[in-house]
């Protein structure tokens, strides 16, 4: 524990040592005969309470409780002023507006002044701990918000090279001279490339969702040797040629396998 006394009147302080050492042999006493060095004192001891008189000359406690309390640094530390008289209420509410945190009245008391002394010092302290929990919430709040600064770019990031890849990819799809479709295990098609819409004469919109044969074939189930039931069955690369009208058509099928062997569609 640490106290400054401010008093101009050193008696007074030998006498205010002499107590607290008396019942609180722990606590440091710092003294200042002036404002002006009990607000240095104050700034570089950081003390638990400060005991303050108000009559001193060139600034009285009224101005030095004003200064404490305009530092950010030191409007923490409870203020107790000593006044004259017990009834002395012009000055009780000058401290007050001052920013005063309690009044001790001379002949100091033993007994009021350490019960003073330690209530000041718990004010201090919760003070400091609510001032902590700011900061270390401020703290957490700064974090948090930079991390998710971060994963928005990250995320954007990771959505444009999606987009970029999803548009090379469908550059590529619908880049083949072939008609590419993509099949589920239904041998719905989920896909078509461009090549299909002039290969069938019908846009892309049309073929999909539609099951294969009934594209190809316009019929309404699979061709007896359909390549796409037999990738089924095998596993393995499929194929089948046709004759459509006046052309020939070979059909090659690629099963899509997963990894538990199960069929899942295929590439045709």
């Not at 007896?224 to 393995?236: Q, Y």
Request: glycine share 4%; with cysteine.
């Amino acid at each position: 524990m640490k106290l400054l006394a401010i008093d101009d009147n050193q008696d007074n302080l030998t006498s205010l040592q002499a107590v607290v050492h008396d019942v609180l042999p722990e606590c440091t006493v710092i003294t200042a005969r002036s404002g002006q060095q009990g607000l240095k004192l104050a700034a570089a001891e950081d003390p638990d309470v400060i005991l303050l008189d108000i009559v001193m000359p060139e600034m009285d406690g009224f101005e030095v409780c004003r200064r404490l309390k305009a530092d950010p640094d030191l409007r923490s530390i409870p203020v107790v002023f000593l006044t004259a008289l017990r009834t002395d209420r012009e000055s009780q509410a000058r401290a007050l507006a001052a920013g005063g945190d309690a009044f001790l009245t001379k002949p100091l008391n033993e007994q009021e002044l350490i019960a003073q002394i330690r209530a000041m010092v718990r004010l201090k302290m919760a003070a400091r701990f609510q001032m902590l929990d700011k900061e270390q919430l401020s703290t957490l709040v700064a974090e948090r918000t930079m991390a998710l600064e971060h994963e928005l770019i990250e995320r954007r990031q990771a959505q444009q090279a999606a987009e970029q890849a999803a548009q090379e990819w469908q550059a590529t799809f619908d880049a083949s001279n072939d008609a590419i479709w993509i099949l589920d295990a239904s041998q719905r098609v989920l896909r078509a490339n461009k090549t299909s819409e002039k290969f069938f004469s019908r846009p892309c919109s049309s073929i999909l969702g539609q099951q294969c044969w009934s594209v190809v074939h316009g019929a309404n189930a699979p061709h007896s040797d359909c390549p796409l039931v037999r990738a089924h069955r095998t596993g393995h690369r499929e194929t089948l040629e046709f004759q459509d009208g006046n052309r020939w058509l070979e059909v090659k099928v690629d099963p899509i396998m997963l990894a538990d062997g199960h069929y899942h569609g295929a590439v045709h």
